[in-house]
DNA sequence: TCTAGTCATTGATAATTATCAATAGATCAG
DNA sequence: CTGATCTATTGATAATTATCAATGACTAGA
């Protein structure tokens, strides 16, 4: 788990207050009271694509907002191969399970270089019994956990993999900052998707040919219009 | 919505502190102050199979514990299709999401006669705020909620399409009361396991003169050794 | 009891996807 | 720069699943 960067111990103010992500996140609400609650610092941490932010045989002790880059959730399956359960960014909670105490459900792995800030759970805990401000965005992060997992299972492993390519792309495509969006491997569009990595590469490769996508490294730039007619008929 | 028995207003403590299924429900750690503090009625209701508890338009109102019987979760696609999300079963929460207030991601349909107390929603937020003691269940509501729909595109989409009905089938087998389960109609199987309905129909034919199943109407006693070595092997 | 309607099963065939294998392209350490 | 390594692509073929269609089984109500 190398480059992380765990900054100084939280003190008291400046930098949850003027996180400049604050808007979006966990802490949207909280106000200088209740910071001043919190006794464990919050780190700022950053990782590389590929490295581990958590897994499954962690002590889910944490709670990760995503301040910048990409993240999958991964969950590894009995024959050795694996399923990509979610992708998160910008603003989106990590391993919000832990605050049940049971288990992380999940590896969270970053797809892209990744900062994030880890709360413990104690302090979660402490704020929610002391503070009304945090339940409502507790709450708003556990529906977007259970809305985006009911809406990958319903929309993405259903009809052929050509639709269910066009349907993720699209996804991806959504809230991208600009005007190109991150595109997986094929081994991970595989696995999102249910379908092998052959199949995820020939049907990449025909949106190429059809000029519905431009492919550059891990980026492409989306014809959305002609992917949201796939979806139509297939 | 027929045969629906509202019961009378719940007057301050009886009903649901001696619900036969507390130990196992959302109100399970609330004591006689916490009951006081319920102003609207929580009301028991029946529901036939195939009637309908809510659906996607409804306005997110109240939480649903099932007392007994057995729940789909239907999600509507657009092509006219749907696809079944959970299924769930005694001492489980139905429209949890009501809490954030948005709507409802699915559509609730009981599978068999079913019986449910539904709880106001401004009810459980009061409560939440004037008594630490739910918010312990809750987040369990939430966990479960987040794990059974991973679970279920992790494990029930992967596959063959034999491996998958086999899966399901252990699913339903677990945690049944006697020693049948109940088994869906070969549509909704499909429905859960992204397949068509002749699939299903299918292997659980096969299944059946391999010796592995025995259904009985819409309920069948499981080999599950048999199954789980499908699982090993697909 | 009879009948229309619904659901389950099965067959034949087409379409889709997985599997196995090879090649091409990209990347990285030295 | 170069070989090693990894990823993406493509081809050939087998296996799986969907589709279209028919039949059988069962059920509710006339």
Not at 8 to 15: L, M, P, V
Request: overall charge neutral.
């Amino acid at each position: 788990m190398n480059r992380i960067a765990v900054l100084e111990a939280w003190t008291g103010n400046a930098r949850c207050l003027h996180c400049n992500i604050r808007k979006l996140a966990l802490f949207a609400d909280l106000n200088q009271e209740d910071f001043d609650l919190i006794h464990e610092p919050i780190d700022d941490m950053d990782f590389d694509a590929g490295e581990t932010i958590y897994t499954m045989t962690d002590s889910p002790s944490y709670v990760y907002t995503i301040r910048s880059g990409l993240v999958k959730l991964v969950h590894d399956l009995a024959n050795g191969s694996y399923r990509i359960v979610r992708i998160l960014r910008q603003g989106d909670v990590a391993g919000i399970e832990a605050l049940n105490g049971k288990a992380y459900l999940q590896n969270a792995v970053p797809l892209l270089p990744t900062a994030v800030c880890r709360i413990p759970r104690a302090e979660i805990e402490r704020l929610n019994d002391q503070s009304p401000r945090l339940t409502k965005q507790l709450t708003e992060r556990w529906y977007k956990a259970i809305s985006d997992a009911d809406t990958w299972l319903s929309e993405l492993t259903t009809g052929t993999s050509r639709r269910r390519v066009a349907s993720f792309l699209l996804y991806l495509d959504d809230n991208k900052h600009s005007d190109e969006c991150y595109i997986p491997s094929r081994e991970d569009i595989g696995a999102v998707l249910a379908i092998t990595t052959e199949t995820s590469s020939r049907i990449i490769a025909e949106f190429r040919r059809n000029g519905w996508i431009t492919v550059n490294g891990n980026t492409a730039r989306i014809n959305r219009t002609a992917l949201q007619k796939i979806l139509l008929r297939e």
